[in-house]
């Protein structure tokens, strides 16, 4: 198994949050939801979602990204056990989820590029923009925005996403989607249907991601 992973790009929480020596409910929900976002980032990057079941190979993955996490987080570390413990659940308890993952899969099957957390200038509001996961097909481009609850929302970042998007791949119709863990799901936001005759090229528009 792969012990190699890029930390650098998530969990945000590593670089911008200060573990205090006790968590208040907010904090944990940080925590977890920081955790979680990255392990299901490897998980699709990886396409073990396209296994029929959850197998053992994939329960191994879950542990060991979990483990690889926390062991990045410094000490005190207050109910490090208790978020472990909570984390490979509610992974696990969604890659059980038949619905959530038949429709994942069908995303990925269409996909030719996978890009975590890509990076571009969103001029209309000059500041950078960091979408979770932008999914690349040979004729739409897919948005999969990840939070612990469908509460976490925020629908002015999603509408920025969005916005960036259509900038960036105008020729390509656009479908958004809401992935949550607790509950397990997934839910279209958005979908946009064709509406240019003309395609352009992978090659012309992946350099605007860095």
């Not at 990045?72 to 056990?81: I, K």
């Not at 038949?102 to 890009?115: A, D, E, H, N, V």
Request: hydrophobic share 35%; charged share 30%.
């Amino acid at each position: 198994m792969d012990s190699e992973l890029n930390l650098s790009r998530s969990p945000k929480i590593l670089q911008e949050f200060n573990i205090p020596l006790s968590l208040s409910d907010e904090g944990y929900a940080k925590i977890l939801g920081e955790i979680l976002h990255f392990c299901i980032e490897d998980l699709i990057e990886h396409t073990f979602f396209l296994q029929d079941k959850l197998s053992q190979d994939t329960v191994n993955r879950i542990n060991h990204l979990v483990d690889k996490v926390l062991s990045s987080f410094p000490d005190p570390f207050p109910e490090r056990d208790k978020v472990s413990s909570e984390a490979k659940r509610l992974l696990e308890s969604f890659l059980k989820n038949e619905e959530t993952l038949k429709k994942l899969r069908q995303i990925l099957s269409s996909t030719k590029k996978i890009l975590i957390e890509p990076q571009a200038y969103f001029h209309r509001k000059g500041k950078i923009l960091r979408p979770d996961i932008v999914l690349i097909s040979s004729n739409r481009i897919y948005l999969i925005e990840i939070k612990l609850k469908p509460s976490d929302l925020s629908e002015e970042q999603i509408n920025d996403y969005l916005s960036l998007l259509r900038d960036l791949y105008p020729d390509f119709p656009l479908s958004a989607y809401l992935l949550t863990l607790d509950p397990p799901g997934i839910k279209e936001l958005s979908k946009e249907e064709e509406r240019y005759a003309k395609k352009l090229s992978f090659s012309t528009q992946l350099p605007l991601f860095r």
